[in-house]
């Protein structure tokens, strides 16, 4: 199959009204799909299922599932053509918004230092221009734009249509190895990733990483922690912390993990329950799948190892392993109901400046924008 018949498989798909999802994964070169036979609504019960997993951000909500029993997988090689140059557009944010932002953005601070909470990240949600193209050209523009990131494209007739290019894992598990990052802290690319944090960022990351760990210290033994490092995200530079862990033989839970972690401070806030709670209250707008969390669920992958010996027939074996890879949904966009939105936010401390909060809405606002 020829890279032009990937994407004519996921156009003809889109065009029946059938479900599918189409993605890379980070610094690979293969995009694959899965398109559903059907157009019925799937769900993970207790995410020991196969498929695909489409979760919003309030874990009391159902997660979609495209399972790999009712769909057909097909996969290409993708070699982006171009690398986007990290400028920053022109702000073209909408300024009646930006009231309404600094006023959530004050109120959080109040809260905070009230002693209510620690951190609460706190987004918005954008209308833009429908884009001239279609869904399937938007998703080539993001394959072709963000090598980094995790890039997909998920729709569903009776749910909408999600696109997105994040710089963010949720989880990894592959057999008994966990794999996660704690990413938060955010400024322009300006052409460097050699640059200095203030301190409100350096904690608001290191609180992140706190939680994480201690949300998988009952289910792992082992946990490796890493430096923290500057990454690049299109125009944007985060803080991240790599966190590596062996999960205790025979005790993958899946739903017992993703319930202790998701959603981290990194999109929610700390403590978890307090900081949901006031993002449902008060940010004035339902996220649904923003901030949420999709990706591969349970796939079978198997390695042939062959022992070398001359021979011996029988000496090639596989070892098959099951394969978690989840994304957190940032810089991502809808297409619902004939309209476009775009999601973005940002995680506000006592320390935060509504303004500077503002900006940097607006400048995570650009990841989706330069391809539309
Ligand atoms: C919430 C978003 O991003 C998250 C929040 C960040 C921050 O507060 O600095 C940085 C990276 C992400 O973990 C978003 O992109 O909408």
């Given at each position: 199959m020829a890279l032009d018949q990937f994407f004519e498989h996921i156009q003809n798909q889109f065009d029946k009204k059938l479900p599918f999802v189409a993605y890379k994964k980070p610094d690979t070169s293969v995009v694959k799909g899965l398109l559903q036979s059907d157009a019925i609504i799937h769900t993970s019960v207790d995410f020991t299922e196969s498929g695909f997993v489409f979760a919003p951000f309030d874990a009391e909500n159902e997660a979609f599932l495209i399972p790999i029993e009712n769909s057909t997988g097909i996969e290409h090689e993708f070699l982006p053509s171009h690398e986007f140059d990290g400028a920053t557009k022109a702000d073209q944010s909408p300024s009646n918004q930006k009231e309404f932002h600094a006023h959530l953005v004050q109120k959080a601070i109040e809260a905070i230092k009230n002693n209510h909470l620690k951190k609460v990240v706190l987004s918005r949600r954008e209308a833009v221009q429908p884009p001239e193209a279609n869904p399937i050209n938007l998703f080539k523009k993001l394959l072709h734009t963000?090598?980094?990131?995790?890039?997909?494209?998920?729709?569903?007739?009776?749910?909408?249509?999600?696109?997105?290019?994040?710089?963010?894992?949720?989880?990894?598990?592959?057999?008994?190895?966990?794999?996660?990052?704690?990413?938060?802290?955010?400024?322009?690319?300006?052409?460097?990733?050699?640059?200095?944090?203030?301190?409100?960022e350096k904690e608001e990351q290191q609180l992140v990483t706190d939680f994480i760990v201690g949300s998988l210290e009952t289910s792992v033994d082992t946990i490796k922690v890493s430096e923290i490092e500057t990454v690049r995200a299109g125009n944007l530079l985060h803080l991240r912390t790599t966190i590596q862990a062996n999960l205790k033989p025979g005790t993958l839970n899946l739903k017992h993990l993703l319930k202790a972690i998701h959603p981290t401070p990194a999109v929610c806030g700390f403590p978890k329950d307090k900081a949901k709670a006031f993002i449902l209250e008060h940010e004035g707008y339902p996220r649904e799948f923003y901030a949420g969390f999709l990706g591969e669920l349970n796939l079978k992958e198997t390695t042939t190892r062959n022992t070398n010996r001359r021979n011996v027939e029988?000496?090639?074996?596989?070892?098959?392993?099951?394969?978690?890879?989840?994304?957190?949904?940032?810089r991502c966009m809808q297409l619902k109901d004939e309209h476009v939105y775009l999601y973005v936010g940002g995680g506000i401390t006592k320390d935060s400046d509504a303004e500077m909060e503002w900006e940097e809405t607006v400048h995570k606002s650009q990841t989706i924008k330069r391809i539309l």
């Open positions: 963000y090598t980094t990131a995790f890039v997909y494209c998920w729709y569903h007739p009776k749910v909408g249509l999600w696109l997105g290019a994040t710089p963010e894992t949720l989880l990894s598990i592959r057999g008994n190895q966990l794999k996660t990052m704690s990413l938060a802290g955010t400024q322009p690319f300006k052409g460097s990733t050699d640059v200095v944090w203030k301190e409100k029988n000496n090639a074996y596989a070892v098959s392993k099951k394969v978690s890879n989840f994304y957190v949904n940032l």
